[in-house]
């Protein structure tokens, strides 16, 4: 199994967790049955949006999207 880079809630499922995990081969993914059945779903699509999104530093213009990930990339890589 992977490593759990986050756990997200259902939005159709009071009290039903998912988890977004890092797989041994490098893919992220979900534990959904939605994610199981096509290599996608709404999780996994709002994760990466709250966590590629470019962020603003202090005052000054948002980072690229590459320094993003690239910052992103750094984090996970230290852990």
Excluded: F
Excluded at 33 to 55: D, F, Y
Aim: some cysteine.
């Amino acid at each position: 199994m992977g490593r759990v880079l986050d756990t997200v809630q259902s939005s159709s499922n009071p009290g039903k967790t998912y988890d977004i995990m890092e797989g041994k081969d490098g893919v992220i993914y979900c534990t959904c049955t939605a994610w199981k059945m096509r290599k996608t779903c709404k999780h996994l699509k709002e994760w990466e949006q709250k966590n590629l999104t470019p962020k603003t530093i202090g005052n000054s213009k948002p980072n690229s999207l590459k320094e993003v990930v690239s910052a992103e990339v750094q984090k996970l890589l230290s852990r």
